[in-house]
């Protein structure tokens, strides 16, 4: 099995910076792709941002791109998501997930249901 961990997250006042975390242990062998995603309450699960751990390629949502960075430790097994310039709407909890199978015609980058493994959440609140 994989477990990820995130670690971070915390509240910051709008225009501030956070860097998230992801630790993963266990089979990690099995994240050939990783993500983040945030959830809002009342909102829909969405794509932040994506990384695949074999090379540099990433991926970004509109809404972050140009303030969030995505980026991978792999000798730590640690995946991060720097965010900068933070705005309220940015408030969420934010997920890390990983992927085996990060290819193929059902697989899209940031869409949640194309990622398996799932860590706990860690909460991001924006201030004024």
């Known amino acids: 099995q994989l477990q990820l961990v995130e670690s971070g997250g915390g509240s910051v006042q709008a225009g501030g910076s956070l860097r998230l975390s992801c630790a993963a242990s266990?089979?990690?062998?099995?994240?050939?792709?990783m993500g983040w995603f945030r959830q809002a309450p009342g909102k829909e699960r969405e794509g932040v941002a994506m990384?695949?751990?074999?090379?540099?390629?990433?991926y970004y949502a509109d809404s972050v791109k140009g303030r969030f960075t995505i980026s991978l430790d792999n000798a730590k097994n640690t995946l991060y998501l720097q965010m900068n310039s933070l705005k309220f709407e940015d408030a969420a909890m934010y997920y890390c997930?990983?992927?085996?199978?990060?290819?193929?015609?059902?697989?899209?980058?940031?869409?949640?249901?194309?990622?398996?493994?799932w860590g706990q959440g860690t909460q991001v609140t924006v201030s004024s």
């Open positions: 997930a990983a992927a085996f199978l990060c290819g193929g015609t059902r697989f899209q980058p940031l869409r949640a249901a194309s990622f398996p493994y």
């Open positions: 266990g089979d990690t062998y099995r994240r050939n792709c």
């Open positions: 990384i695949y751990t074999g090379g540099s390629s990433t």
